[in-house]
Nanobody, 128 residues
Framework: QVQLVESGGGSVQPGGSLRLSCEAS????????LAWFRQAPGEEREGVAV????????YYATAVQGRFTISKDVAKRALYLQMDNLKPEDTAVYYC?????????????????????WGQGTQVTVSS
């Protein structure tokens, strides 16, 4: 049974940091592109960061470039998102996702429908 479970969300002041984790089970992480998406109230779900496959290239949304870092630990079956210098506009529910595909690329930030598996989401609130 495939499962993705996010953790690490919370409330933080502007300029602060959070590290999100996503525990994966039921599939091979190396066979999938892995990503973080977020969705703010009244907004569409948007891609934040992706580990593409087969080359493992990293792609980031312009809004988070230089502040967020995506990584994975295959041995721990986990995906991470380190978020630094957080801003109020980063407030959203954050989701991890996995896609079993052969051709990767930056398009993975823009097409949520190609993802096969999703977590339940974790809330991140940035406010003073």
């Amino acid at each position: 049974q495939v499962q993705l479970v996010e953790s690490g969300g919370g409330s933080v002041q502007p300029g602060g940091s959070l590290r999100l984790s996503c525990e994966a089970s039921g599939f091979n992480l190396d066979d999938h592109a892995l990503a973080w998406f977020r969705q703010a109230p009244g907004e569409e779900r948007e891609g934040v960061a992706v580990i593409s496959r087969p080359d493992g290239a990293l792609y980031y949304a312009t809004a988070v470039q230089g502040r967020f870092t995506i990584s994975k630990d295959v041995a721990k079956r986990a995906l991470y998102l380190q978020m630094d210098n957080l801003k109020p506009e980063d407030t959203a529910v954050y989701y991890c996702a996995a896609a079993n595909l052969l051709v990767g690329g930056s398009y993975l930030l823009d097409v949520p429908k190609v993802y096969d598996y999703w977590g339940q989401g974790t809330q991140v609130t940035v406010s003073s």
